[in-house]
């Protein structure tokens, strides 16, 4: 199985067309938030019709930059992962929107309490190939502002090291673009691709019943 990783299209509607050949040969999207230009919320709708143009199957959260109440359009859109398990071909999904608290100017700034919250479905389950979604990146794995700051949240952290997915998909901090590991969970910040055209691809391997990651590339257009 192949997946396409997207983060912060940030309204760059045009960009979406040069991914072609990977809305082809994926099987399904996975996208960590922030259909919208900063400031612009109006400019999320036509990102998210033209993903959904683009491929039928779309796993997604909103971002920080984003209006909370964006999350119904992806509703009715049915690809909405937030706060949710969703299962698709023996993978199960689960996700978080928004970012934590910083400038406090962007529509969908919340309280890490908050966020993790998203995630409480998964306490009273017992579940295999998982994935996570979230804007917002766990702290120290793939959420470098720079040397000498990271962004993510520690909550998220030991969210992970607790239910321990198979992947772990984030954006939000654009200069955190990469891979990393969190025990054996694959974590991976595909960066902005409206503003720098970086992407993601992992394939995964399924044997008795239990995925596997083969390989995940990191991309740009």
């Known amino acids: 199985m192949k997946l396409l990783l997207l983060s912060d299209i940030h309204g760059n509607v045009k960009e979406i067309e040069k991914l072609n050949d990977e809305f082809k040969s994926c099987d399904a999207v996975l996208f960590a938030g922030d259909f919208a230009e900063c400031f612009k919320t109006k400019t999320s709708k036509p990102v998210l019709e033209e993903l959904c143009r683009h491929h039928d199957n779309i796993f997604a959260v909103i971002g920080n930059c984003d209006d909370p109440d964006f999350s119904d359009e992806l509703d009715n859109a049915d690809i909405n992962c937030e706060a949710s398990l969703n299962f698709f071909e023996g993978l199960c999904i689960c996700g978080s929107g928004g970012g934590t608290v910083f400038t406090g100017k962007t ?16 306490k009273s389950e017992t579940l295999s190939n998982l994935i996570l979604i979230s ?58 691709f409206g503003e720098n055209g970086t992407y993601a691809v992992a394939e995964l391997l399924k044997k008795d019943g239990e995925y596997t990651i083969a390989a995940c590339e990191m991309k740009r257009v």
């Not at 969908?108 to 409480?120: V, Y």
């Not at 990393?180 to 960066?191: A, C, R, S």
Request: charged share 25%.
């Open 135 to 192: 804007h917002n990146p766990p702290k120290d794995t793939c959420d470098s502002v720079n040397e000498n700051l990271h962004a993510g949240s520690p909550a998220f952290t030991k969210l992970i090291e607790e239910v321990k997915p198979l992947l772990v998909v984030c954006g939000h901090i654009h200069e955190g673009k990469g891979t990393g590991k969190i025990g054996d969970t694959l974590v991976v910040n595909p960066g902005s």
């Open 107 to 122: 529509p969908n700034e919340r309280t890490e309490e908050d966020i993790i919250s998203d995630f409480d479905i998964l």
